[in-house]
């Protein structure tokens, strides 16, 4: 048989070198132990959602570095992957750190739907899985799974703060505004159960496309609809442009306005005067007057040149408790059990003040009330004390 | 509209073999491939069904569709409807359904777009496509804009899909039939009359031929064998949301059939691949001299569509094919 | 809904339809005179917003910031169309589409190195924030009204220019008959470049002006886009009066629709010119 031509063989050998170089044949086996612990990222690093991401890197990084740079004695290996805030790539990109880096823990992420996908693969896996923002509710309740816990919040824990505290200032109607989206459902939820509960009537409940700002034509609805309040969920920039909006409607004043508290974190300079006096409820304040978050604040703003807010608080209460339930375990992240109940029985000594897991692995911690107030979130009170996401669903073990 | 001297209807015979053997290679690589790089490699076969799917519209028909995901994203939603919360349905009723759903959509935005030409049948596809995107985005009982899990891949009752690699081989055995398939359908009067459409459609409506019912046929065949990869797309994910049916979608399906090579389906395949593969090592880049490299994959991506589109037009397949024939074999 | 909630509804979608005008009828023009299908027409709204907040944060006045932001977005776009565009347009639909949907990833990228990813408010100059009280709760926005101004004096400008000057005649000539226009000695490329450029301009501009309105962030080109080709495709294609009718019916009911039927919002345009398409499917105004 004739020789195959030079330039045929040429094709030949590249394709396979390519394919051999890019370790797309690369066999399990050849994937060597090191001793270090492979912690995997998985946090929007670009989009909307981008500081976010930034910000928990940080606050992971911050704690484990105070710590002694160590997780249980051993060594980090790092991995990071752009979850881009696109739930359509979620599972591929979970799969990404867990399937193809072989991470031991995976922290991640900021958006409720591309949560789902890693609750997914945190499920199929068994791979131990810390959340450091998504609040959706599935996490902790019907898909929980003795391996995932979230060191941030549940959607509906801080509106289930807010309904009594508008109502106690005599607001008794709202209008009710937010993104179409699992976020701006589940903290509709708290809202709704806390509102109605404590008396007030739900006037309307408006909404828009995610990640949609174009406010104009609801705002004039609002408007025609005379409430005595409007509460909402809207978190990053987008509840500074919210806000600028509702004052250039020039409802600012006329009708009170209130929020789950990402309305006003991070972006109370960029709304400017149009933030003073609107009310929120959170699990964090940036003038919590406490000994704990002032070394937390001067610490993060020495290191990384910039202030802090929750996110960056969550990514470092993520590092604290991953920290903790590794020392206990003395690095030894094969021990599920008792690295399990070691973070179970945790007790975090967080800057938003000391909280500890649910039965479902979610923070049972307070619910701050806060006004924006010369450019920040001024603490005026606890709106509730010690509460938990009801993990309505959740069966573990 | 297209050239007819870029497609590639059939090629030399010693790129056949090279295309056997790389089949050969498919069939094997589970057994050198870790888990996740099968996965991803049942993700590819999926892929190169939907793009052949498009290249018959596109590649043979001649119509540019923009829209084209919203076929592939129905099906998928079909079996997200179909599959209980608690257990799996069965393979045999969801298989067709889906399928069916998908081609049902397909006949009717067909028969308001097939009567359009040029940029303006490119532009409506686009908008129907946004429009049933739009459907499922905004309204929560389908899902929303966080779209649906399925928790079950569907269930075969003789073979069992939710071993990765079972489900692999069976991806493979949909690839092949759709290709042989598509392959067969080409060289038949109907793919004739297609052919003959895309070359110059005014010449087929005076030879006689329906052109109208043509396009229909294919605009709606083409929708139906998208579902067929929405479907396994579902079943192999677990997850179907809106984006699936958007416009980037559309707009990856017409770059891995032009980065392929149109008109001859491996073309699709071997597009299908590449586009994936590219992406993946775009996206994996390093950081070098403290630019990250691997995050700014879409500058990348943008850069080599645009490299692509200026100098190779006929594709990957089209470069093989004239390196191959070069070298003195016939066609 | 009371008249005044009405009139008020009508006001905003005026507002919106106006904005869309300015972005589809550069699309129009485009495609109608030079055949060219362009996908980053999007992008250089994007690139009109980034351009206004970075010159208004460098030279802290928006006014400057729109002047000198049009003319590097000209300039830009004489610069993409002499590079890239001019070989394109007698491809294939399908290359243009290609190379278009590759500029964006580029554009997008771009627009990450140079400005980042943080979203970003532009400021309203003073002179234009106030709010005109229109009922007891609700005053409308100065610098909305401002916009509206703004894209009507430009439909106005554009329309001048296209059906009363010698340019415009020569523009028209050569999107009837591309050869015969050359042969009488009109200086073709000219003109296409002319045609891109006010094309790109437009939605530049437009970009800028919505800037405080709309916030500056990643991807706000993309959204934009496709309604501009709905638009474009509602009111025919490289007809500028059928984009400004399809704009205001589009701006109708995209606004109307928010309020009344929320749960249909987002698809309502495409029914609309799904029906549109039935009837007329070359769109309202035929080229």
Redesign the interface.
Known sequence: MKPLPTSRRAVLKGALAGVTATGLAVPEWALAQTGKIRVGLMLPY???F??LGVAIENGVRLAINEQGGKLGGREIEWFKVDDESDPSKGIENANKLVQRDKVDVLIGTVHSGVQMGIQKVARDSGVLTLIPNAGIHAATRALCAPNVFRTSFSNSQPTLALGEAMVKRGHKKAVWITWKYAAGDEAFEGFKESYTKAGGTIVKE????FPN??F??????I??L?PDAVACFFA???G??FM?DFA????KG??ALYGSGFLTEGVLE?AGPAAEGVMTTLHYSDSLDTPRNKAFRLAYAKTFRAQPDVYAVQGYDTGLLLAQGLKAVNGDVNAKPALFKAMESAVIDSPRGKWTMSPSHNPVQDIYLRVAENGENKVIGVAAKALADPGTGCRMG | ???PQSHLETLPRSLNVLLALCFLALLLFPFVGTDFYVQMVSRMMILAIFAMSLDLL?GVTGL?S?GHAAYFGVAGYALAFLTPAGEPISLYTSLPLAVAASALLALMIGF?VV??H???F???T???A??VF??F???KALGGSDGIYINFKPDAKLFNLENKHVFYYFTIACLLAVYIFLRRLLWSPFGRALAGIRVNEHRMRALGFDTFAHKLCAFTLAGALAGLAGYLWGAQTGYINPELMG?HMS?HA??MV?LGGMGHFAGAIIGAFSFEYVLHVFKDLPEVAGFNLGK?W??W??????A???FA?RGILGLLAKIFKSNGDAP | ??IV?FL??LL??M??GLLLFMLAAGLTLI?GIM?V?N?AHGSFYMLGAYLAWSLASLTGSFALAILVGTILSVLFGLLLEWL?FRHFYQR????Q???T??????????R??LWG?????VA?PDLL?A?I?L???????V??LFMSAVCLVLALGLYLLISKTKLGMKIRAGAFNHEMTQALGVNIKLIHAVVFALGVGLATVAGMVAAPV??V???MG?QVL?MC??V??IGG?GSVKGALVAALLVGLVD?FG??LL??????LV??L??AV??FK??GLFKH
Do not use: C, W
């Not at chain 1, 408006?206 to 496309?209: H, V």
């Not at chain 1, 104009?216 to 609805?221: G, H, S």
């Not at chain 3, 294939?92 to 290359?95: E, P, V």
């Not at chain 3, 009922?135 to 926005?141: G, I, M, V």
């Open positions: 670009s989009g909307a981008a500081p408006l909404g828009l496309p700002v174009e104009q034509a609801l705002l004039t609805e408007a025609a005379k990053g920039p987008s500074a442009k600028k250039a409607a020039g409802l006329k009708i960029a | 509209m297209s050239a596109q540019v923009l308001l009567r359009t040029g940029i303006y490119i532009m409506v686009m908008a129907f946004q429009m739009y459907l985005f905004d309204n416009f707009a017409i770059m032009i700014h879409q500058l991506m943008g850069l080599f569509i645009v692509l589109v200026v037009p | 809904m009371d909630n008020i509804q905003n979608s507002q919106y495609f055949g299908v996908l890239l294939d639909h399908l290359d589409v290609l190379l949907f590759g500029l964006i990833y580029v554009f997008e990228e771009m990450s190195i990813d943080d979203v970003h408010g309203i924030s709010s009280p009922t007891d709760t609700l005053s409308y926005p610098y909305r709309s916030s962030y990643p991807n993309s496709i080709f709905v474009v495709v294609i606004t928010k309020v929320p749960q249909v919002a987002g698809m495409y029914v010119m799904a398409l039935l499917p070359e």
